[in-house]
T-cell receptor, first 110, second 114 residues
């Protein structure tokens, strides 16, 4: 079983739609949960960072963590064409290496 | 701009050759990470250094090596290059005591082996 599972997509949505991106993980040592956004051939940039189960909101973005189910989500409200990118979930236990999902490619169509 | 600087941005070399990729971490960050990203593999962790010492090792080939220098910059050396080594190589850094280890990436070095 892979440590992290993420659907690579691609996912195409119309502008203004709510986007839901998800990852599952198997490593119980993971305590910190992150979402990165990567534009084509650019370095990934940190979007959201959470620690506990529950929701964390930042503008149009909401990160959700369910530790009991080992499931995390990223919701994007009122999606924009500029949101078109690859979204990677990432996990770490603290001082250990960060483990990434393969990334979901999102396209928001005007 | 993440503050992590990588050079060169693009590199084309022949099979069997050796290249060195360079990374300067964000000011104050003691940890440096190297990742490889190819089209079908996603981001693969190679190696982590913390204040000059190797901290963690991932899927790094024996032909690859890295080090972190006293000024905290890091180099990734790739030798006996093969076509399959063509990829984007990212360096990332994080702060000391960074709970959660949120890491910040450079723009990457695009290596093409021909």
């Amino acid at each position: 079983q892979k440590e992290v599972e993420q659907d690579p997509g691609p996912l195409s949505v119309p502008e203004g739609a709510i986007v839901s991106l998800n990852c599952t993980y198997s490593n119980s040592a993971f305590q910190y949960f992150m979402w990165y956004r990567q534009y084509s051939r650019k370095g990934p940039e940190l979007l959201m960072y959470t620690y506990s189960s529950g929701n964390k909101e930042d503008g149009r973005f909401t990160a959700q963590v369910d530790k009991s189910s080992k499931y995390i989500s990223l919701f994007i409200r009122d999606s924009q064409p500029s949101d078109s990118a690859t979204y990677l979930c990432a996990f770490t236990g603290g001082y250990q290496k960060v483990t990434f999902g393969i990334g979901t490619k999102l396209q928001v169509i005007p | 701009d993440s503050g992590v600087t990588q050079t060169p941005k693009h590199l084309i070399t022949a099979t069997g050759q050796r290249v060195t990729l360079r990374c300067s971490p964000r000011s104050g960050d003691l940890s440096v990470y190297w990742y490889q990203q190819s089209l079908d593999q996603g981001l693969q962790f190679l190696i982590q250094y913390y204040n000059g010492e190797e901290r963690a090792k991932g899927n790094i080939l024996e032909r690859f090596s890295a080090q972190q220098f006293p000024d905290l910059h890091s180099e990734l050396n790739l030798s006996s290059l093969e076509l399959g080594d063509s990829a984007l190589y990212f360096c990332a850094s994080s702060a000391i005591g960074g709970i959660g280890n949120t890491i910040y990436f450079g723009e990457g070095s695009w290596l093409t082996v021909v």
